[in-house]
């Protein structure tokens, strides 16, 4: 391939490297430059262009991105078409997320126009979900390189795939002491039950023994003969030793202990074992909690069959310190038996004009054959944010016909073109007494999930004097961001054209991050933002809601 500037008249059957626009001529960044291109350009004024030319045995950057990630793809993965040099690939089934990392570092270590990110291994996906983006940096790549990394990605097993979960039955056996609350218990269950749930998984032997070996032990040797898939005992007391209760009843009951302990804070008091077949979790104590935790990364895996060994659990330890809070006034200090479970509201901002888009509002657009600020309200909806608002301001009746029988509160902005500090204090305004916080959506973030967002709850929860809960991507700071109530006063008082940013910087010892991945920053402002994170839209029509 060859790449630089040329004149004009010579550039034609070129690719355009960059977009050039002149007066009333344009060409855009990868289109192959046509002899009225060349004309319409030297009239302009414009005397050279930088330019690209293929050379014998160049493949195409979209032909090379879909060949590579089609032979990176396993079971359960689909490949979507590619577009500007990039095929992205997503889950076809909830699972587990399994990569070969080595083989993804050979094939980016073929050449340096040859990339391939992927989501962290074994990490649990939905349906649909993006699991791994190949990008061909230049316009081309040379066949014999491809030819290579394609290498790296074929095997005897795929580099990639989706291990789909496959245990739907689970035995959850609570051990009892007399100063354990049955409303602990009762909440420990609901918190197991809602984290089984993306795995269509579900509780259907709910066991209640006392906190001694020989009974819990006869309990599990009824449910070695059930058809329980998957055994987690919550106990009553933490496990402390290997002839503690919980083991002890295991290998009683004729089952094995596989490993105690784990290199996950929290997490580290964590059990595996076997019985007649059947995996065993003997569950830490923040299993109790809604929170990520070791017992979470453990627990979906066996759920997908996917085996958890000792050298797995050992394995863990790079990466097992989970998120702490700086403002806690005691580190690791144990939370309350039934701490306060906050009360959340999300304020979704679907006012702006969409000046970017070149015509089309973007907040309306088609978008999958869904309106891009549906989305954002239904993942609300789905979410543990209650009540959702949605703050209207340019073409309100539109966004309210789009909105259709959704439960949503709908505030208008009258003074949406003052900006972005004024649907903010609409927003906020709007939020009842009597809630802690306030989740600030923006409606054009089209890979915010409900997931995502009761990541943020959880981590406002048990934040014990933390208040704003900030997502990031490797670091960065982006959407949404979570504000306690003792806030709502400054966010009232903003103005202009402003975020509320500069109220994060002012109080950074009240702030909580949390690792979300790329979905913190995609944003879509532009027609080819919204390409690159969404695919093609289109504008809604007057049947789907668009302006009439």
Request: charged letters at 20%; aromatic letters at 4%.
């Amino acid at each position: 391939m060859r790449f630089g500037p040329v004149r004009v008249e010579e550039a034609v059957g070129a690719i355009a490297a960059h977009s050039v626009r002149a007066g009333a001529a344009v060409v855009k960044k990868g289109k192959v430059i046509t002899a009225e291109d060349a004309a319409r350009l030297r009239e302009a004024g414009v005397g050279s262009i930088t330019a690209v030319w293929l050379d014998a045995g160049d493949v195409g950057e979209d032909e090379a991105a879909q060949r590579l990630a089609q032979a990176a793809a396993g079971r359960n993965t689909r490949v979507d078409r590619p577009f500007t040099g990039r095929a992205n690939l997503f889950a076809e089934e909830a699972g587990v997320f399994q990569v070969d990392k080595d083989r993804i570092d050979a094939i980016n270590g073929v050449d340096e126009a040859i990339t391939v990110a992927t989501l962290s291994a074994l990490k649990p996906v939905v349906a649909g979900e993006m699991i791994a983006t190949v990008k061909i940096i230049p316009y081309a790549v040379p066949a014999k390189q491809l030819d290579k990394a394609i290498a790296f990605a074929r095997g005897s097993r795929p580099v990639l795939e989706v291990a789909p979960y496959r245990r739907r039955r689970v035995a959850a056996v609570s051990t009892t002491l007399p100063g354990l609350k049955p409303s602990v218990v009762a909440k420990t269950l609901e918190v197991l039950r809602e984290r089984l749930a993306p795995a269509s998984a579900a509780v259907t032997h709910d066991v209640r023994v006392p906190h001694e070996a020989e009974p819990l032990a006869g309990q599990l040797e009824a449910l070695r003969h059930s058809d329980a898939e998957l055994i987690v005992i919550f106990g009553a007391s933490a496990i402390a030793d290997r002839r503690d209760v919980i083991p002890s009843a295991i290998e009683a009951a004729g089952g094995v202990v596989e490993h105690f302990g784990m290199p996950v804070d929290p997490g580290n008091l964590l059990l595996i074992a076997h019985l007649a077949g059947k995996p065993v979790i003997g569950a830490p104590g923040c299993a109790r909690s809604p929170k990520e935790n070791g017992f979470d990364w453990v627990l979906h895996r066996l759920l997908a069959d996917v085996p958890v060994t000792r050298g797995d659990i050992v394995g863990l330890g790079v990466g097992g310190l989970l998120m702490e809070i700086v403002s806690r006034p005691q580190l690791r200090a144990e939370p309350p038996t039934e701490p306060h479970a906050a009360r959340v509201a999300a304020v979704v901002l679907a006012a702006g004009q969409s000046r970017r888009m070149g015509g089309i509002n973007k907040l309306i657009a088609q978008l999958a054959g869904k309106p891009l600020v549906r989305r954002a309200a239904e993942a609300a909806l789905a979410s543990h944010a209650a009540p959702v608002i949605v703050v209207t301001g340019h073409e309100q009746e539109a966004v309210r016909r789009v909105l259709a029988g959704l439960d949503v509160t709908i505030v208008h902005n009258p003074d949406y073109a003052e900006g972005l500090s004024t649907s903010l204090r609409a927003g906020v305004a709007a939020v009842p007494e009597g809630v802690d916080g306030v989740m600030i959506c923006l409606a054009d973030m089209p890979h915010i999930t409900s997931e995502v967002m009761d990541r943020l709850i959880a981590a406002f929860a048990a934040g014990q004097g933390a208040r704003i809960v900030v997502p990031t991507a490797e670091g960065k700071r982006g959407n949404p961001v979570l504000w306690s109530r003792h806030f709502f006063e400054a966010l009232g008082a903003l103005s202009g054209d402003v975020g509320a940013r500069h109220l994060i910087g002012e109080n950074r010892e009240a702030v909580i991050e949390v690792e979300i991945g790329p979905a913190a920053m995609v944003d879509v402002d532009t027609p080819d933002a919204m390409q690159a994170a969404c695919g093609p839209m289109r504008p809604a029509t007057v049947e789907e809601g668009g302006p009439r």
